[in-house]
Nanobody, 117 residues
């Protein structure tokens, strides 16, 4: 059974940094794509960064150069390092996994990130 548990959100001032973690149980990275999405109030959920099954990475244009996705295979954990945070990065951030064999989606519970002075 797949379970995704996020942690690391919080309140940070503009220009600050946070690191989000997603502990993924029941996931084999070579069979699942993994990613971070975010949803701000009144907006659609958007893909921020992700891993392909072969380990390639993707970062949305809005976060390139500021956010970095990484993972620890031994801990089955995916991270999102967020630097130079801006107020427009304020959102609930969700960890996502897709079982590519069965095209099934799994979501974490979300973690709030608020960037404000």
């Amino acid at each position: 059974q797949v379970q995704l548990v996020e942690s690391g959100g919080g309140l940070v001032q503009p220009g600050g940094s946070l690191r989000l973690s997603c502990a993924a149980s029941g996931v084999i990275f070579s069979m699942y794509t993994m990613g971070w999405y975010r949803q701000a109030p009144g907006k659609q959920r958007e893909l921020v960064a992700g891993f392909t099954t072969s380990g390639g990475t993707y970062h949305a244009d809005s976060v390139k150069g500021r956010f970095t996705i990484s993972r620890d295979n031994g801990k089955n954990t995916v991270y999102l390092q967020m630097n130079s945070l801006k107020p427009e990065d304020t959102a609930v951030y969700y960890c996502h996994a897709n079982d590519v064999r069965r095209n099934l989606d799994y979501w974490g519970q979300g973690t709030q990130v608020t960037v404000s002075s």
